[in-house]
Structure formats: structure tokens, C-alpha cells
């Protein structure tokens, strides 16, 4: 079955930087939209970042100039890169993956790994 694994979470001063990464398996990758969403309690799922199986990208505007999503085919992973962040950027962050790059109306996840927590204090 699809298996999503995320590392990569922790404690982050304010302004600091942070990589997450997913590892996909039982899954034909290079085929497969992957993103990332975070939630906070309370509150739904947000899409931060997306990664069309052909490289098109897509972030949410709150992250804008802050993140850069990328994969490796090849390791069948997908990264989430953030910088300058901020105690906002304090949430739980999920690896997808599913039909991610069209409108968010038609967005649909198939899978999500089980989540790594960002925690952005000083």
C-alpha cells in the first residue's frame, strides 16, 4: 500500500529555516502529484506547497518567497524547504499526495503520511 513518511519537523527560532522531507513508496512516484499541508488545531488542512508530476509548482500565498517544495524521482521523495519563519508557520505539516495541481475546488488527497509537527519559537 502507499506508505508517506515525513521527517525533518522540530523546534525552529523565528526567522530560522527547516527542510522537511517525505518518503513515498508502493506508488508509481514520477506519476503522482505531492504536496504538503499543515494544520493547527482547531483549524483545517492548508495546502503550503504542490508539486505537479511534470515540476509545476504551486504555494499557498502566506508562503510565498519562503518555500520551495521540490522532488527526486529517482529517491522517490519530496522536499519542503522554508525559510524565514515565522511563529505562524507553527503547525503540523502532512506529505499528500493525490490531484493537487488544479483549483483548490478540485483538489482531492489520496494519502498522508502521519504528520511531523513544526514548532517556530524562540
Known amino acids: 500500500q502507499v506508505q508517506l513518511v515525513e521527517s525533518g519537523g522540530g523546534l525552529v527560532q523565528p526567522g530560522g529555516s527547516l527542510r522537511l522531507s517525505c518518503a513515498a513508496s508502493?506508488?508509481?512516484?514520477?506519476?503522482?502529484?505531492m504536496g504538503w499541508y499543515r494544520q493547527v488545531p482547531g483549524k483545517q488542512r492548508d495546502l503550503v506547497a504542490a508539486i505537479a508530476s511534470g515540476g509545476n509548482t504551486n504555494y499557498a500565498d502566506s508562503v510565498k518567497g519562503r518555500a520551495t517544495i521540490s522532488r527526486d524521482n529517482a529517491k522517490n521523495t519530496v522536499d519542503l524547504q522554508m525559510s524565514s519563519l515565522k511563529p505562524e508557520d507553527t503547525a503540523v505539516y502532512y506529505c499528500a499526495v493525490g490531484r493537487l495541481n488544479t483549483s483548490p475546488s478540485l483538489r482531492r488527497v489520496d494519502y498522508w503520511g502521519q504528520g511531523t509537527q513544526v514548532t517556530v519559537s524562540s
Open positions: 508502493g506508488m508509481i512516484f514520477r506519476f503522482a502529484d
